[in-house]
């Protein structure tokens, strides 16, 4: 029995982890977004039971610590003590978007996953692997038409700008921090077949890449819509001096972009748009969590970066792919996606000691 609920655990996960990224489902009043929340929370909320059954059964409970536990528990808590004290709308922050659910979710995701043997995590990253091909061939499939000629599909699906995470600047980013880990298993596979495999795969990622880089150039109907460093910079300023711990709450920007936009933003041709996030991910998080949040991502980057150098020192490629992976998915520039939080699912899922133990 212990043996079976160990097993349902890590299929429950793999299955989470394959489908997230892909997952929609019509009624809701964003078919992205709010069924990837649901999926989360019902896969973290199974393994969650099945593992405390196990460990009921089994009369004794232990936990691994990982190398990253003390950023990501601090994003989380700053998160939630945000979302009760600061964020005006609950909802926002917990339903929809649900930004603090997802940072929630992701950290007790990183726990879970911490548990896991080497052979598990390998396993849960060659799942993560696969759904960035998934999508790579969802993002084909709409490019050719293809789902608008099936009528039993939904009719968001069919349309010409159909993205599973929702926007073609996201799965760009997504692949491109899945690409080190196809990278990685290339050099370390010793069997040609095995090579050739992953030689394909990575393939597959980067048609995806070139392919949604090519349908965001400026002038193109998916072309990203962002505010300018300017206009980001002066509502960071601004909403500092009136809360600078924990910033305008999560999932609260929008008001803090109404509130504190400077005068000059009037004058620019976006002057009718309003904005749910900056211009960058990390003026996004300092407006929604202020100082606080700052520092807990700054906790967490430092210890990636530091077990990047030493992958690279070592030339453990493996390793390499996974760190580089999650630093990657941890920087750059911000998407419009919910604010932040699909991001720290990001970093839940792939910032564990896979190669640490």
Do not use: H
């Amino acid at each position: 029995m212990e043996k079976f609920l160990k097993e349902a655990e890590k299929y429950l996960i793999l299955a989470g982890v394959l489908l997230f990224a892909v997952f929609t489902l019509p009624g809701f009043p964003s078919p992205y977004f709010i069924p990837k929340e649901i999926l989360a929370s019902v896969i973290i909320s199974l393994a969650l039971i099945t593992s405390l059954t196990r460990s009921i059964l089994k009369g004794e409970m232990k936990m691994s610590i990982g190398k990253f536990d003390i950023g990501v528990l601090l994003l989380a808590i700053v998160y939630l003590v945000a979302s009760i004290f600061i964020t005006p709308n609950k909802m926002e922050a917990f339903f929809y978007p649900g930004t603090t659910t997802f940072v929630l979710l992701s950290a007790i995701f990183y726990l879970i996953i911490n548990q896991f043997t080497k052979r598990g995590k390998n396993s849960v990253l060659l799942a993560l692997f696969t759904s960035g091909i998934i999508l790579s061939v969802s993002v084909l499939f709409t490019e050719l038409g293809l789902f608008a000629k099936i009528p039993q599909l939904p009719e968001f699906m069919k349309n010409s700008a159909f993205n599973p995470l929702g926007s073609d600047l996201q799965s760009m980013v997504y692949l491109f921090a899945l690409l080190p880990l196809g990278v990685a298993q290339i050099i370390k596979e010793k069997e040609s077949i095995k090579k050739i495999f992953f030689g394909v795969a990575s393939s597959v990622l980067i048609f995806g890449i070139i392919l949604l880089g090519v349908n965001m150039l400026p002038g193109k109907p998916q072309a990203p819509v962002l505010p300018n460093w300017q206009t980001s910079w002066e509502i960071v300023i601004d909403t500092l001096k009136q809360s600078p711990l924990l910033g305008a709450g999560p999932a609260n920007y929008l008001s803090a972009f109404n509130v504190y936009r400077p005068i000059s933003y009037n004058q620019t041709n976006l002057w009718q748009v309003r904005f749910s996030s900056a211009n960058n991910y990390y003026f996004t998080l300092i407006t929604e969590v202020g100082l606080i949040g700052l520092a807990a991502l700054v906790i967490l980057l430092i210890a990636v970066y530091k077990r990047l150098v030493v992958n690279i020192k070592d030339k453990n490629w493996e390793c390499f792919g996974s760190s580089f992976c999650n630093f990657s998915s941890s920087t750059g520039t911000n998407l419009p996606f919910y604010g932040s939080s699909f991001r720290f699912f990001r970093i839940g899922g792939k910032v564990y000691n896979r190669c640490y133990q």
